[in-house]
T-cell receptor, first 113, second 115 residues
Framework: AQSVTQLDSHVSVSEGTPVLLRCNYS??????LFWYVQHPNKGLQLLLK??????LVKGINGFEAEFKKSETSFHLTKPSAHMSDAAEYFC???????????FGTGTKLQVIP | EAQVTQNPRYLITVTGKKLTVTCSQN?????MSWYRQDPGLGLRQIYY???????DKGDVPEGYKVSRKEKRNFPLILESPSPNQTSLYFC??????????????FGQGTRLTVV
């Protein structure tokens, strides 16, 4: 069985400060892991994905995430938050491929001017 | 332009009245799936399809049906909608070609209200 847990339902940061959105996973397999972003009234856009290549994955808009097997984590980071980063972020994982991707409950990121 | 198209975007219906939400993708993807999004629960998979005529239950399939008669289309059917199916629904597709692990493309969502 696999599960994905996003540890924070809301995160608030000031513009220009670092962003950390936390995601832990459990899986019986070597997982594929993803981060998606959802802006208000929009669909989901892939930010980045981990598929057992490099453990540090760079995505769009300056985001990156590091797969840490020992900690079963895949936290999303960005060095400097921008107002346009305010959105809801979903961490997802699957056993390899997209057959049964399980998503976390989402983290709403607020960026304060 | 590569896209996943859902229709309708918004729907208000009454309990028990059968409805279908359509989903179409133009990327020749093998894999398609349906999710519902509810506050505090994130995205939960309803059904998925690995290819034409191959479908399987996700995590919350009760009250839903799907079909995959053509590769591009994957409609979601609610035979007898109930208020607890009021939700935001997303269709997604991705390639399943051997050796690839491409991103999942999501539709814009369908906001369904059952009264």
């Amino acid at each position: 069985a696999q599960s994905v847990t996003q540890l924070d339902s809301h995160v608030s940061v000031s513009e220009g400060t670092p962003v950390l959105l936390r995601c832990n996973y459990s899986s019986s397999y070597s997982p594929s892991l993803f981060w998606y972003v959802q802006h208000p009234n929009k669909g989901l856009q892939l930010l980045l994905k981990y598929t057992s290549a490099a453990t540090l994955v760079k995505g769009i808009n300056g985001f990156e995430a590091e797969f840490k097997k020992s900690e079963t984590s895949f936290h999303l980071t960005k060095p400097s938050a921008h107002m346009s980063d305010a959105a809801e972020y979903f961490c997802g994982g699957g056993p390899g491929g997209y057959q049964k991707v399980t998503f976390g409950t989402g983290t709403k990121l607020q960026v304060i001017p | 332009e590569a896209q996943v198209t859902q229709n309708p975007r918004y729907l208000i219906t009454v309990t028990g009245k059968k409805l279908t939400v359509t989903c179409s993708q133009n990327m020749n993807h093998e894999y398609m799936s349906w999710y519902r999004q509810d506050p505090g629960l994130g995205l939960r998979q309803i059904y998925y399809s690995m290819n034409v005529e191959v479908t399987d239950k996700g995590d919350v399939p009760e009250g839903y049906k799907v079909s995959r008669k053509e590769k591009r289309n994957f409609p979601l059917i609610l035979e007898s909608p109930s208020p607890n199916q009021t939700s935001l629904y997303f269709c997604a597709s991705s390639s399943q070609k051997q050796g690839t692990n491409t991103e999942a493309f999501f539709g814009q969502g369908t906001r369904l209200t059952v009264v």
